[in-house]
């Protein structure tokens, strides 16, 4: 609604401009509630928590970002940035608790009700790129045995740094990475279980043809030797009958003789006599 009465565009049928804005026809400030301690040089903003604090009054944690309705107040200047101090009260108890600015030091400065959640480290301790500070600078200006100390340190630290470097990488190219080693492991139990899938469904055909119940071993180099060096073959083949038929039927006379048509005939008579009777 604070929104809304700020921007609204409604004006009484009494009201004449040459009287001024409508906002001090009805003795009320533009920003309303914002600026009832105007007077006193407090605006009220919307502060946001710079860092990790513990509230001094019930000792609870309020973390970085947490939103407050804070008093404005303007307490000095450092040279020309002016330093504002922020008054606002713990929404987990009656506490107040006050934040400066630091323009110097480019921070903020805890004044009283609170103190600060240290996660600060030592840049030189981890190792990282500290730049040179202005006495420093100064110096490497003006000291020219200063700067040729200074730049041959740099270069034995760089030097250094190469190597580390180096290594680095040599251990990087024999990384690998996790989803390449997981699809490779992927592949593997894949191809296996293809392979064994396929030995089972041999054993079983197998099984089934032969009307078997029993259960099938691994085969061995071995045994796959041994079933190649084994043949099974008949003594005379089908062409090789055929071929002895042939030749004794050549072999054998075209005409019978008297004794076997006599013998013949007689055999003939009496299987009729005995189909007779």
Not at 108 to 131: F, H, S
Not at 178 to 198: H, T
Not at 229 to 258: A, C, D, H, N, W
Request: aromatic share 8%; hydrophobic share 30%; with cysteine.
């Amino acid at each position: 609604m604070a929104e809304r009465k700020a921007v609204n565009k409604y004006y009484p049928p009494d009201w004449d401009p040459r009287k001024g804005s409508a906002n001090k026809r009805v003795g009320q400030h533009p920003l309303r509630d914002r600026a009832k301690k105007l007077s006193q040089g407090i605006l009220v903003i919307r502060f946001e928590l710079p860092y990790n604090i513990w509230c001094g009054g019930c000792g609870s944690h309020v973390g970085m970002g947490v939103r407050y309705n804070a008093e404005k107040t303007k307490v000095g200047n450092y040279y020309s940035t002016p330093i504002y101090k922020f008054r606002m009260k713990c929404h987990l108890c009656d506490n107040y608790f006050e934040i400066q600015t630091d323009p110097k030091n480019h921070d903020y400065v805890i004044l009283c009700g609170a103190r600060r959640k240290e996660q600060r480290w030592d840049p030189v301790a981890n190792e990282q790129v500290v730049p040179e500070d202005k006495n420093t600078q100064k110096k490497l200006a003006t000291d020219a045995m200063f700067k040729l100390e200074h730049g041959s340190n740099d270069q034995q630290k760089g030097a250094e740094k190469t190597q580390s470097l180096a290594v680095l990488e040599e251990s990087k190219i024999s990384m690998q990475d996790d989803y390449i080693l997981n699809r490779m492991a992927r592949d593997q139990f894949r191809a296996e279980k293809k392979q064994l899938k396929d030995a089972m469904d041999a054993d079983n055909a197998i099984l089934k043809k032969n009307a078997l119940d029993i259960s099938l071993v691994e085969e061995t180099e071995e045994d796959i030797k041994l079933a190649t060096l084994m043949k099974y073959s008949v003594t005379t083949s089908f062409e090789e009958k055929q071929k002895e038929k042939r030749k004794s039927i050549e072999l054998r006379p075209l005409f019978e003789g008297p004794s076997s048509v006599s013998s013949k005939g007689k055999e003939l008579k009496y299987k009729l006599g005995k189909l007779c009777f």
